[in-house]
């Protein structure tokens, strides 16, 4: 476990999917106290969502038994295009009518408690540095393997989010320039067309076509399309564990693809460790396809790099699954207070992953320009009086 550098409260993590908004209250080592899980309403309107939202946080509160008093503040992790700096969704993904929220303001302005918005990719990354597979280093790469491919990056303990919010995003490497598979966005050949889900059932469904054996072939008769059944990464990760050899070569190649775009990023960054988390990685270690998929993956990266970070980069599974965004959320909004409140050398010997002047009336303490999280709190505390 990673150790705390003075003894702390905790902090409330959000992690706003798609499909389902995660909540819950994290301790100072990075561990889920409360957890809740809310389905995203897609007949709400966000103003309707947003009080189901505030809802959640506070149920996930009481659950955790600990008040207010002791929460520091709250971290929102969120997909699309953020400004991080502003904590503005601009273009979030799957998530109509969210475009242009202030959602950390709002948050803040709820709750009397500083906010910090936070890529979701980002907020693993970082969750797997505090608390999971990279508690032992000091750098990580981390690729979220699903329908496309995300990633964070984290050196010398900080997320590395570059000089406008959108560093990180390693699934729009471009791996082929010209007569690559085509992107809607325009980014044609990148990484994640290769590696995503999507690219694993495109390449499957071109080899069925093209005559090759395999149980897969039935999600083409009548009788299954007709059904609405299709050929998913989940049945082709299925298959493979069966044994099937156009799912095991499918996904195999999956991992040599992969093993490219990591080898640029390792040539690049020299990171400590590279991990692989998200729904695409075959059942990691429990399974023998995804046993056979990290085997793989390392023997290509190892090939391909330097002498040097070959040997020596660690290459493994992220642990903390679908916890690491609430969890790094939570993590990284309190390292992004203790920056904005403690000089550098006062934090290495005083600070803590918990700001200490962030207590529901306490974010005052704050200089202005460095939290500009400051007037909600404040006015907040003013319309509580």
């Not at 309107?45 to 520091?72: F, N, P, T």
């Not at 000091?138 to 560093?167: K, M, N, P």
Request: charged share 20%; aromatic share 6%; net charge negative.
């Amino acid at each position: 476990m990673r150790a705390t550098r003075q003894p702390c409260n905790y902090a409330v993590g959000l992690d706003i999917g798609g499909t389902n908004i995660d909540v819950g209250v994290v301790d100072v080592d990075g561990g889920l106290v409360s957890r809740i899980q809310i389905p995203v309403d897609r007949g709400s309107s966000v103003q309707g969502e947003l009080r189901r939202v505030y809802d959640a946080i506070d149920e996930a509160v009481i659950r955790a038994g600990v008040g207010w008093s002791m929460i520091g503040c709250i971290g929102v992790a969120a997909p699309g295009t953020l400004d991080l700096e502003s904590g503005v969704i601009l273009h979030p993904f799957n998530l109509p009518g969210w475009e242009n929220l202030p959602l950390a303001d709002l948050i803040c302005q709820r709750f009397g408690k500083p906010a910090v918005l936070v890529n979701d990719a980002n907020a693993a990354a970082f969750a797997e540095y505090r608390a999971g597979s990279g508690r032992d280093v000091e750098s990580l790469v981390l690729f979220t393997l699903g329908t496309g491919v995300g990633s964070g990056i984290v050196l010398r303990g900080q997320l590395w989010e570059g000089a406008h919010g959108h560093a990180g995003e390693c699934g729009h490497v471009i791996m082929q320039h010209e007569g690559g598979p085509q992107s809607p966005f325009g980014i044609h050949g990148s990484l994640e067309l290769y590696v995503g889900a999507r690219a694993v059932v495109r390449r499957c469904e071109e080899r069925l076509r093209a005559g090759r054996s395999s149980a897969l072939r039935a999600y083409l008769s009548k009788q299954m399309i007709s059904a609405g059944a299709a050929i998913s990464a989940e049945a082709i990760a299925t298959a493979a564990d069966e044994g099937d050899a156009l799912a095991v070569e499918l996904i195999l190649e999956t991992a040599d693809y992969l093993a490219v775009g990591a080898v640029s990023v390792i040539h690049v960054l020299n990171p400590e460790m590279i991990l692989l988390g998200g729904a695409m990685t075959f059942g990691r270690h429990s399974t023998n396809i995804g046993q056979q998929f990290m085997q793989r993956f390392r023997e290509q990266v190892t090939r391909q790099t330097f002498a040097i970070p070959g040997e020596r980069t660690i290459v493994e599974y992220a642990a903390l699954g679908s916890d690491g965004g609430v969890i790094g959320a939570a993590t990284w909004a309190v390292e992004r207070l203790l920056q904005r409140t403690f000089a550098p050398a006062e934090r290495a010997v005083n600070g803590s992953h918990f700001a200490r002047h962030s207590s529901r009336n306490g974010a005052q303490d704050m200089p202005a320009q460095q939290l500009r999280m400051e007037r909600p709190v404040e006015a907040a505390a003013a319309a509580a009086e």
